[in-house]
């Protein structure tokens, strides 16, 4: 498994005991992209629009679903994200196999890109806050 370095904690064999953790917390699972999952977008600013008026707090939950290796995600800097400078994303932290959750730990914003398809929107900025 490629092992990330992210914030965020790539969830498998651990997950229950987080679901346990996290019980008293009212902790919200989210789909990247809703239906459309983590797909080359429709327009652009489609994932900017699925993010709006959602709220994301510590613990919860997010899926990134595609299908293995047509596309990925990575964490990038606010810098490269702006500009869609992917050359700093290392192989081992491009997630290019569906399925992959991520816990967020702390309030922090964090900027996902697909490397591939960066430039046609497919980004999105998740915003964790406190609570
Ligand atoms: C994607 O790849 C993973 C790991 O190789 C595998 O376990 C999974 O079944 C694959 N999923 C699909 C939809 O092919
Ligand atoms: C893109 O990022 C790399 C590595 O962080 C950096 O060396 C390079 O100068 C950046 N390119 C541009 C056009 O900003």
Same mark, same amino acid.
């Given at each position: 498994?490629?092992?990330?370095?992210?914030?965020?904690?790539?969830?498998?064999?651990?997950?229950?005991?987080?679901?346990?953790?996290?019980?008293?917390?009212?902790?919200?699972?989210?789909?990247?992209?809703?239906?459309?999952?983590?797909?080359?977008?429709?327009?652009?600013?489609?994932?900017?629009?699925?993010?709006?008026?959602?709220?994301?707090?510590?613990?919860?939950?997010?899926?990134?679903?595609?299908?293995?290796?047509? @596309?990925? +995600?990575?964490? %990038?800097? /606010?810098?490269?994200?702006?500009?869609?400078? &992917?050359?700093? $994303?290392?192989?081992?932290?491009?997630?290019?196999?569906?399925?992959?959750?991520?816990?967020?730990?702390?309030? @922090?914003? +964090?900027?996902? %890109?697909? /490397?591939?398809?960066?430039?046609?929107?497919? &980004?999105?900025? $998740?915003?964790?806050?406190?609570?």
């Amino acid at each position: 498994m490629a092992s990330l370095n992210l914030n965020l904690v790539v969830v498998t064999t651990i997950m229950v005991a987080y679901t346990h953790f996290y019980a008293s917390m009212a902790i919200t699972s989210w789909v990247i992209g809703g239906a459309r999952g983590w797909d080359s977008p429709p327009r652009p600013n489609f994932y900017e629009e699925w993010v709006k008026e959602k709220k994301f707090v510590k613990g919860d939950y997010f899926y990134f679903i595609f299908k293995n290796h047509t @596309h990925s +995600f990575a964490e %990038v800097e /606010k810098s490269a994200f702006d500009t869609c400078n &992917t050359t700093s $994303i290392k192989d081992e932290d491009d997630v290019d196999t569906s399925g992959f959750m991520l816990i967020a730990q702390k309030a @922090h914003t +964090f900027y996902f %890109v697909c /490397k591939r398809h960066c430039k046609q929107g497919h &980004t999105v900025v $998740i915003d964790i806050k406190e609570s």
